[in-house]
């Protein structure tokens, strides 16, 4: 019995399949079939009901996954304690983004990776819930991620920025004559918005539900910068953080609503030395540049 084959079968029963187990642990999928296999022969028992497009497990397979996952744990135990003893950081680090703001992290990635080169870094953009659900599925390591309101109990999170959201238009829309705009000057306005799931959407929907209304919602995308081009285009009034109009014309909305970028890990830290040892350097370089 290997670790090699308790990986491959915790990968099969999780993914459902052996064709996306083997994408998964990165190698061909007759290899993690034939070792499967050998490892059914092995224990004389099948550990998966290999039906026509279906992989389920057995009550053989069912018994021997929790300690197939202890097993795999232990080992990652083991390597974890002698990385802390030695000061050896390798591994995998896996970190995710709200779109646009991958390129903070892009200088701090870069040190990390010039210190610990056997260290592997995956970096992947989702939306904000989708990142805390990463998180604390363990998927993620750190997120940055588009918060409203305080972090979820099970989440820590550092507060990357945190700004007042505005309502920008194109300086010949019949809004930029005004200074400032309310919800209710709002309601009535097709509205160009990060969609749902984004901590900028939840603040602009929190703020038009306190008024008792709903936004107007007319077009709906990730990354601030398209938002702010369609306003360009004259297609309404882009909802974005106030560092962003640009060439556009802002209006701070009254009530304030904000919006915050935070560095999110699962309460108490990241397990493992490697992404711990991210987590400095990612603080140091987005939410107090003067630390060491």
């Known amino acids: 019995m290997e670790l090699r084959q308790l990986a491959y079968v915790v990968a099969v029963a999780e993914e459902g399949g052996f064709t996306r187990a083997a994408a998964r642990e990165h190698v061909a999928q007759p290899g993690v079939s034939a070792q499967v296999r050998r490892l059914e022969a092995e224990l004389g028992q099948p550990l998966f009901d290999r039906g026509a497009g279906t992989v389920t497990l057995t009550a053989a397979g069912a018994a021997v996954l929790p300690f197939a996952r202890a ?3 232990g080992a990652a135990g083991v ?3 002698i990385d802390e003893l ?3 950081l390798r591994g995998h680090v896996a970190i995710g983004v709200v779109p646009s703001v991958g390129g903070r992290l892009a200088d701090a990635l ?3 990776h010039a210190a610990h080169p056997a260290v592997e870094i995956t970096l992947a953009e ?3 819930d989708a990142l805390l659900d990463g998180v604390r599925a363990g998927r993620l390591d750190l997120a940055l991620a588009g918060l409203a309101g305080a972090p979820p109990a099970d989440l820590e999170a550092d507060t990357v920025t945190d ?3 505005v309502a920008a238009v194109h300086p010949g829309h019949r809004l930029a004559r005004r200074r400032t705009i309310t919800v209710r000057g709002l309601r009535d306005e097709p509205l160009i918005a990060l969609p749902r799931g984004t901590g900028g959407r939840a603040a602009l929907d929190a703020g038009f539900a306190a008024a008792g209304l709903a936004p107007r919602v007319a077009f709906e995308a990730g990354d601030p910068r398209i938002l702010m081009e369609l306003a360009r285009r004259g297609l309404g009034v882009a909802i974005v953080p106030e560092s962003a ?3 556009l014309h802002p209006l701070p909305i009254r009530p304030p609503m904000r919006s915050r970028l935070d560095l999110v890990r699962r309460a108490g830290g990241p397990a493992g030395p490697a992404a ?4 400095v350097r990612v603080r140091a370089a987005l939410v107090d540049p003067a630390d060491p």
């Open 126 to 128: 989702d939306t904000s």
């Open 245 to 247: 109009p640009e060439d």
């Open 163 to 165: 700004e007042r959201l």
């Open 276 to 279: 711990r040892a991210l987590l």
């Open 71 to 73: 097993a795999l744990a």
């Open 110 to 112: 870069a040190a990390f």
């Open 79 to 81: 390597r974890t304690a």
């Open 86 to 88: 030695t000061g050896l």
